[in-house]
Structure formats: C-alpha cells, structure tokens
C-alpha cells in the first residue's frame, strides 16, 4: 500500500521549450512586412503519452477531428529522436480545440497546449523570391542540420524558415529557445516550477529587420505585371 502510494505521488520533472518570437520585417519606410500573431500548439511528450497503449489517443483524435492513425504517426515521429522532450504534433489550434484539452486535461497526461505564435504576412504583396516563407521543418532538412552546430536546436514540430531572407537570415530572425521546468506527477501532469522559476532559462526574441524595399512600389510593379510572368526592372534617371 505504502509503495503504491508513493509511486502514485511521486514527481518528476518536465523540461518545456519557450520558443521566441520571430524577428519582424519592415520595409525601407518601416511599414511592417512579416510580422507574428498568437497562436497556440498541442505538444505530446511520448513518455507521457504512449499512443501505442493509452486510452487517450482515440480521445485525443476526436478533439482534433482526425484519425487516430495520423497522431501515432506524428507522435512516433517525435518519439524517434526523444521520449522526453514535448513535440507539437498540432498548430495554430482554435477555440473549440482548446476547449476540448481544457475539458478532458486529466484524461491525455503528457499533452500540452503551448502559447506561441505564428508568421503573418501583412504587406500587400507577394515577393515571394525575396521574403521567402516558414514551415515545419521536415525529416530531410533534420538530416542537414544534424551535421550543422544546429544539431541540439530543432526538433520535429519547429518552425523554420525555407526560402528567400526567411531563410538566409534564419539565424537572425528565430532568436534563441528558452526553457521552463516544471514538476510534474506520475500521470505526468503539472504541479509547479522549479525553485519558483529561478532555474528558467528565458528565450530571446529574434532580432528584427528592415528591408530595402518599398511595399508601396512592390504592389505597383506587381500590379502591372499581372497576368503575366516575368519581371520589373525601375531605373532611376540621374540626368
């Protein structure tokens, strides 16, 4: 009885990434380019939550709307590079999502709902080729950067930048993870920080840019190619 008990109460602790908010792109006249919203995500820590044996997955699978097929396979993804760390199998989740984690919390131990945020493109334009985009990073691209100095930075779920100054500034813009610890009980549910947050690690925001592009002209030039493929080259007349 006293053994049981004990296991049943004893604690661990979590280590829960705090990921920084990307750097903002301006303009040359300082009009906002890419900026970020909030946004929330669903991480699975696979030690926690087996999808292999736990009665929670079908569970889970309904809150989404998906099949239960589609989270072994994300959370197993995870899984393969740590039983430990959290890994966000679901983004940008609405209310009614979040309303269904809140509701059934004690039912899915080791599912988290992380408050982050997400890239928006606000300029009324496309400059694709120049901005570039963000993404998931996929099982290829975590190849790559497990022979880079980046090896320890990206797990699966990361959002990271593909193309254009996205991601030739990638750098720059992500900022610099942060880290909460927190205790948690044998269902993997939490109790409370480490030490009141002194052993925190607080992330970094990343560090903003300003182009040399003026939106306004942008729009024009694309205005005035549309429907046709190609480019615009503007010369200024010095004479």
């Known amino acids: 009885g006293p053994a049981l008990s004990g296991a049943a109460t004893q604690q661990g602790l979590k280590k829960i990434e ?39 997955l079908p569970l889970l699978a ?13 959370i197993d993804q995870g899984g393969f590079y740590t039983r430990f760390q959290p890994v966000r199998i679901w983004r940008d989740a609405d209310a009614r999502v979040i309303a ?35 993404k998931e990073i996929s099982p290829a691209m975590l190849e790559k950067v497990s022979q880079t100095a980046d090896s320890d930075y990206y797990h699966p779920g990361d959002v990271v930048g593909t193309t254009g100054l996205e991601s030739f500034r990638e750098q720059q813009l992500r900022g610099v993870k942060g880290y909460e610890f927190v205790a948690v009980d044998a269902k993997g549910q939490r109790q409370s920080r480490l030490n009141q947050g002194i052993s925190d690690i607080n992330s970094i925001d990343g560090s903003s ?21 190609g480019a615009i080259v503007a010369l200024e007349n010095g004479l």
Not at 23 to 32: F, K, P, S
Not at 33 to 41: H, L, Y
Not at 62 to 74: A, P
């Open 18 to 56: 705090r990921v920084p908010v990307r750097g903002t792109l301006y303009d040359r006249y300082g009009h906002v380019v890419a900026a970020n919203v909030p946004s929330f995500s669903i991480a699975v820590t696979r030690q926690d939550f087996d999808p292999m044996r736990h009665e929670g």
């Open 62 to 74: 309904k809150i989404l709307g998906v099949d239960t097929n589609y989270l072994r396979e994300r």
């Open 100 to 134: 269904g984690l809140e509701e059934n919390h004690l039912k899915l131990p080791g599912v988290d709902l992380v408050s982050e945020s997400k890239r928006e493109y606000v300029a009324p334009v496309r400059a694709s080729h120049l901005i570039g985009y963000t």
């Open 209 to 229: 840019m300003q182009l040399g592009m003026d939106v306004d002209l942008q729009e024009y030039a694309e205005q005035l190619l549309s429907p046709y493929h």
